[in-house]
């Protein structure tokens, strides 16, 4: 079940992308129970080595998303200081094993925080261990700490009151009825996109650290918001009480770490350095340098996923993180290969879990599939000369070019279904036109299909992108919207603005089309409308996905007419239209919806 850590598939002493690779992530790894398997990234320490080890805790749900990127920094910032350091995905979260909804959930997370002070115990060959959280990671790691033998604790704004924060959550997004989701467990809540059981909200409405024995360390460092009320007073008082040596400070950067989405997300320098020091004076000892070998890494495992058996290999290729998901049974080799790209700079899991749900899903069918980081985003290097999250970066073509030549001599594919998310869809689209092999074309909410440098729609993902036309024009009808323009709470310049464009462009493109018919000469199509035309033509499945309320339907019609009227005659192309989904696909009904639907697409088009 167990093979070695793959980079590049070749040694990676001898590899210089390994070797920069290495020190900016670390190592993938899957480690904990056989059956329910997590998944991490070890941060080898530099030499000398320190005596203690540590363990990064992520936040939950949305949280998790934008800080991923800095929580990886921090990782490699304590492995520069001598730190083996591991950061990793609870059961049910990320790339680890589990679902979301899945009962226990306070209890599996505190479990998976166990496992991976016991991996890098292992690993590391450290004795010692710290545990470094943020948010309700931070809270975790304080429980997990009663459980599993840790020396210190950092915590990072942590969640103190745990009635307060489920109060937090509602105020923050909104708590939707639901019935129950694919697993037949109750959801009644979701969160952005992400299930809470009430199971889970009566749990940590029982957490209270500031009480004694919330947790069981000799060192702590709690780090409060400079910029909001906090009772980490409270809990330091509690700390010092029960013997543990700790030491509070205020920081000014998670602010600007905890943002709406993870292109605005800024790495808190001035914090994670704090934190290092924190950590290098409190554990100064160093240890003989004990080397990690390959083998200690696990990159592939098989496990049980909602009744299906599947298999799941981490590899890297050239700097880019990949996942491959195949069924147990042998999958079908003259099926296509499906390639996920990531969203923005959001990394593989996709906004909500969407990538592994899909993966997950669509192997049962017999489709390989891989979710992977394109280069600068996520786990993935960025090529020189080049900057971190630069969403739409010449380099996306070439790694999904690279992928699909590594997929061909690893496993013979014979072509490829090529699929993702706004960013991903435009990578999708750019790619297939280059490519014979793709085959199938899967563009979910697609904001672009042409960008160059400097173009507006370089950061599509944020919250400001203005809807699809026939959104304002329902909107016009509700006396809710017009009590919101009065109450200004609507950008009525900024959208007037942008439907305004819309109409002179599609007045333009009907003016062209009547002196066409004129002439008696056949309607012009735009090079992106014939683009797509050439696609079908070739024998590419398209299947475009929209939420009724986008901005890309606009530019789809320019390009494909009202509806799409210029390919819904081809037999190859498929438009969708889902109101109420939004951008991301945040409810959970819309995410069910989607991953269903594009099942019975694929099953239809391709299968057996």
């Not at 080595?49 to 749900?61: D, L, T, W, Y």
């Not at 340098?289 to 058996?309: C, D, H, Y």
């Amino acid at each position: 079940m167990h093979s070695s850590t793959i980079i590049n598939e070749r040694d990676p002493s001898k590899n210089q992308y390994a070797a920069d690779f290495e020190r900016a992530f670390g190592r993938p790894t899957w480690f904990g129970p056989s059956d329910s398997p997590l998944f991490g990234w070890h941060h080898m320490a530099s030499e000398p080595q320190r005596s203690v080890a540590a363990v990064i805790c992520a936040p939950f749900g949305h949280e998790y998303m934008v800080v991923h990127r800095s929580l990886r920094k921090l990782g490699a910032l304590m492995a520069s200081h001598g730190f083996h350091t591991l950061r990793f995905d609870y059961h049910g979260t990320g790339d680890s094993t589990g679902l979301a909804s899945d009962p226990g959930r306070l209890e599996a997370w505190i479990q998976s925080t166990c496992h991976a002070v016991t991996e890098v115990r292992r690993a590391s060959r450290c004795d010692q261990v710290m545990l470094i959280g943020l948010r309700l990671g931070a809270t975790i790691a304080a429980l997990a700490s009663k459980r599993c033998r840790v020396d210190g604790l950092i915590m990072l704004s942590p969640v103190i009151n745990g009635r307060k924060y489920t109060r937090e959550l509602v105020a923050f997004a909104g708590m939707k009825n639901v019935a129950t989701d694919n697993s037949g467990h109750t959801v009644i809540s979701e969160v952005v996109g992400y299930p809470l059981t009430d199971e889970t909200k009566h749990e940590l409405s029982k957490i209270d650290l500031s009480y004694p024995g919330s947790c069981r360390v000799n060192q702590c460092l709690l780090v409060s918001r400079a910029d909001l009320p906090s009772s980490e007073n409270k809990l330091a008082a509690s700390l010092t009480a029960d013997g543990v040596t700790t030491k509070t400070i205020e920081d000014s950067g998670f602010a600007s770490l905890l943002t709406d989405d993870a292109y605005d997300a800024q790495v808190p320098e001035e914090l994670w350095t704090k934190v290092a020091s924190w950590a290098c004076g409190t554990y100064p000892d160093f240890q003989t340098a004990l080397p990690i070998t390959p083998t200690a890494m696990t990159s592939k495992v098989t496990f049980v996923s909602q009744g299906q058996e599947i298999s799941e290999r981490v590899f890297v290729l050239h700097g880019v993180t990949a996942i491959l998901t195949t069924a147990i049974t042998e999958p079908d080799h003259n099926l296509p290969t499906i390639l996920i790209s990531n969203t923005g700079a959001n990394h593989r899991v996709g906004n909500h879990r969407l990538c592994v749900t899909m993966a997950r899903t669509w192997c049962a069918l017999g489709f390989r599939v891989i979710r992977y980081d394109r280069p600068g985003t996520g786990d993935s290097l960025n090529p020189p000369g080049s900057s971190e999250n630069d969403i739409y970066a010449t380099s996306g073509v070439g790694a999904l070019v690279s992928l699909m030549n590594f997929c061909e001599q690893d496993h013979g594919a014979p072509s490829f279904i090529l699929a993702g998310l706004c960013s991903g869809a435009y990578f999708s689209y750019q790619t297939a036109l280059l490519d014979r092999r793709a085959q199938g074309l899967l563009m979910i909410n697609p904001l672009t299909y042409h960008w160059r440098e400097g173009d507006s729609v370089a950061r599509p993902e944020r919250r400001s992108t203005y809807k699809s036309t026939r959104f304002y024009l329902a909107a016009a009808t509700r006396p809710s919207t017009w009590r919101r323009l009065l109450r200004r709470e609507i950008d009525f310049g900024g959208i007037a603005s942008t439907l305004g464009s819309r109409v002179l462009q599609r007045a333009t493109h009907q003016w062209r089309a009547s002196l066409a018919w004129a002439l008696r000469h056949e309607p012009s199509v735009s090079p992106i409308g014939q683009s797509f035309l050439d696609l079908e033509g070739r024998g590419v499945t398209i299947f475009m996905i929209f939420d009724a309320a986008e901005g890309g339907i606009d530019l789809m019609e320019e390009h494909m007419h009202k509806n799409a009227g210029l390919m819904r005659q081809r037999p190859l192309f498929r438009l969708e239209i889902i109101p109420g989904a939004d951008h991301t696909f945040t409810p959970l009904w819309s995410q069910s919806h989607l991953v269903t639907m594009i099942a019975d697409h694929l099953h239809h088009r391709f299968g057996r």
